[in-house]
């Protein structure tokens, strides 16, 4: 059973940065389409960005696109999510999630991804 685990969420000021990143132990993230995902309080979740399978080809939902990047480090065996010009409607609890891996194709629909992290919470304020 693959198994995720978020990192890098905290407190920071509007205009900041951060660093989510997803981890796996034993299996390999690269055979896997990932995706993020966010809930904030009261709201439903949402999806962030994904990145596919084997080539990389990433997809960012219109509230975050030119702002977060998604990326994959194999020889760490991680996916990152890279946020900037971070504001208070980014705070939400972040998650990342798997497809089976049988599922190459990348989309933001949570109902698609089965295999899910415990989340790491990000909070932007001043």
């Known amino acids: 059973q693959l198994q995720l685990v978020e990192s890098g969420g ?3 000021q509007p205009g900041g940065s951060l660093r989510l990143s997803c981890a796996a132990s034993g299996f390999t993230l690269d055979d896997y389409t990932i ?9 439903e979740r949402e999806g962030v960005s994904c990145i596919r399978k084997n080539d990389g080809r990433a997809y960012y939902a219109d ?6 990047t998604i990326s994959r480090d194999n020889a760490k065996n991680t996916v990152s999510l890279q946020m900037n ?18 599922f190459r194709l990348c ?20």
């Open 85 to 102: 010009s971070l504001t208070p409607e980014d705070t939400a609890v972040y998650y990342c999630a798997a497809k089976a891996p049988v």
């Open 63 to 68: 509230s975050v696109k030119g702002r977060f």
């Open 35 to 43: 995706g993020w995902f966010r809930q904030a309080p009261g709201k």
């Open 10 to 12: 905290g407190s920071v």
């Open 107 to 126: 989309d933001l629909a949570d109902r698609n991804y089965n295999n899910w992290g415990p989340g790491t919470q990000v909070t932007v304020n001043s």
